[in-house]
């Protein structure tokens, strides 16, 4: 799965959910992001409800394991879900959803940076490792 592709079923599995970023020309668009690492959302983009980051690259990690070709590594793609004090609450719903959706999903809660706006915030991490086409019905 590329990042494109995780993008669009995120968007779409969320769609009841997402909350709205508001554009500088007062047009809105779906609360769905994708960054690079240190990267940030525009800051003339103002959140409402529950917004979605997704890093642009899956991380790697050491399963501990060896085959005969070498170390295996699992490749998970993180996503961050962040509440906002404005909209709908919705977060738990779509973390439920995304667990629901793919296999092997891990999900915790993180530190509120409260002076940001943010409720409430989740990591979720989304192992590569399957594929996903069709799930969608």
Not at 5 to 27: D, I, M
């Amino acid at each position: 799965m590329n990042i494109n592709e995780l993008r669009e079923e995120l968007e779409t599995l969320l769609v009841a959910e997402l909350g709205t970023y508001k554009l500088p020309n007062n047009t809105t668009t779906p609360a769905i992001y994708v960054l690079d690492t240190g990267g940030n959302v525009p800051t003339d983009w103002k959140a409402n409800g529950l917004e979605c980051i997704i890093r642009r690259s899956p991380t790697s990690r050491n399963t501990n394991g060896s085959t005969f070709d070498g170390t295996r590594f699992n490749k998970n793609w993180q996503i961050y879900l962040l509440q906002r004090d404005t909209g709908p609450h919705t977060l738990e719903a779509a973390v439920s959803r995304i667990e629901r959706y793919f296999s092997g999903v891990r999900s915790f809660a993180l530190p509120v940076a409260e002076q940001r706006g943010v409720k409430e915030q989740y990591s979720v991490r989304i192992p590569d490792s399957e594929d996903w086409e069709d799930r969608l019905a």
